[in-house]
């Protein structure tokens, strides 16, 4: 009887213990999670490219036409964070996309849409990752944090 009572025990400590008492089933449904809160994404790390760009009037309209292009694919829901490293790296490493894609396939061609991109003053890799699937929806927190838009 002991021992039927330890094995009933531990049934009940692994299932009270095992499942989030805080889990929101239609939320998880809404941004395609898994039964961990995850799901894939595709991070593109953006390289220094081949093309250096002296002209300053030319490399701003590039950099306007990135920065907007990172704005319309976050708008769109395809892109979920963006932003630049601070620090030179041995990788030439510039910045980093994760976009909310499942291919590297589908990534790439977001990224070929990227002015400094397609003029060659980035280049990049593409990598499968697996996140949380709510990395959305910091986006909608940083509206109201940033008093402007880059």
């Known amino acids: 009887m002991k021992q039927l009572l330890t094995f009933v025990f531990c049934i009940c400590a692994t299932i009270a213990f095992g499942q989030n008492k805080n889990y929101d089933k239609k939320l998880a449904d ?4 898994d039964q961990y809160g995850m799901r894939p994404y595709v991070i593109v790390m953006l390289k220094t490219g081949p093309t250096k760009i002296d ?3 030319k490399m701003s309209e ?12 976050a708008k769109d829901g395809k892109l979920s964070v963006a932003g630049p490293f601070f620090d030179k790296n041995e990788r030439d490493y510039r910045g980093m996309f994760i976009f909310n894609v499942k291919t590297i396939e589908e990534a790439d061609a977001l990224v070929k ?9 980035f280049a ?5 990752w697996y996140g949380s699937a709510a990395l959305p929806m910091y986006l909608k927190y940083h509206e109201k944090i940033s008093k402007e838009n880059p």
């Open 124 to 128: 990049y890799e593409s990598f499968k």
């Open 30 to 33: 809404s941004l395609s999670a």
């Open 113 to 121: 849409t990227d002015p400094a991109v397609m003029a060659g003053v």
């Open 62 to 73: 590039l950099m306007r036409g990135h920065l907007d292009n990172i704005g319309k694919l």
């Open 55 to 57: 002209d300053k009037k």
